[in-house]
């Protein structure tokens, strides 16, 4: 079970001051609370994204792009994406207006979006991995950690690293940041 920071970081909203008032104890209540209620709102919908990706497997790109990025909420999409596996989740990213690849980027793995970054076209690939780095620096980190060199090289070429490493002796992403420094020698 989670705890209630991984309820609260995963839910992506304010706690309301009422719940950060209340007792330990009472929070983890209220956490599995929240997330027994999720779990019965959401029932079926892996089965309904597992059907969608096999459907569109039959549909071509050019009718299925314009229905989806019209009429599929991001957060659909991605959950779609997960189902489709890397290889066809890519052959969509590539055609997707970057705006709304980005938004459904959000709702992807670092994981599975470095891996994903790592199949597209290149000009696409390095488009949205500019557009990370100047607007959700932290997202495109996370993401960077799991990049292959190839793609890591062009992180490095766009990212500007703090000149002073003792400023980074704390931070989360040390380890990228000395790969990135390397490589941009």
């Known amino acids: 079970m989670a705890t209630f920071s991984d309820t609260l970081a995963w839910a992506e909203v304010p706690v309301p001051d009422t719940i950060q ?4 104890r009472q929070q983890e209540a209220v956490s599995s609370w929240m997330q027994e209620v999720v779990a019965r709102k959401t029932e079926g919908f892996n089965e309904l994204y597992q059907a969608i ?3 569109v497997k039959y549909i071509p790109h050019f009718v299925v792009i314009p229905l989806m ?7 659909i999409a991605a959950g779609v994406c997960l189902k489709m ?3 066809q989740a890519t052959s969509y990213a590539n055609d997707l207006p970057p705006e709304y690849f980005t938004e459904v980027s959000r709702h992807i793995d670092p994981p599975m979006m470095a891996e994903i970054l790592g199949k597209m076209k290149k ?6 991995i500019i557009s990370e780095l100047r607007h959700h620096l932290t997202r495109m980190l996370d993401i960077t950690e799991h990049l292959e060199d190839r793609m890591l ?3 490095a070429k766009h990212v500007t690293l703090p000149e002073h490493q003792d400023d980074l002796v704390k931070h989360p992403h040390t380890d990228i940041f000395n790969r990135l420094r ?3 020698k």
């Open 153 to 155: 090289e062009i992180v």
């Open 182 to 184: 390397a490589m941009q």
């Open 85 to 87: 596996g890397v290889d």
């Open 53 to 55: 990706s096999m459907i």
């Open 69 to 75: 990025v019209e009429h599929i909420k991001p957060q």
């Open 123 to 128: 000009h696409h690939a390095e488009k949205f």
């Open 21 to 24: 008032q209340m007792e330990p």
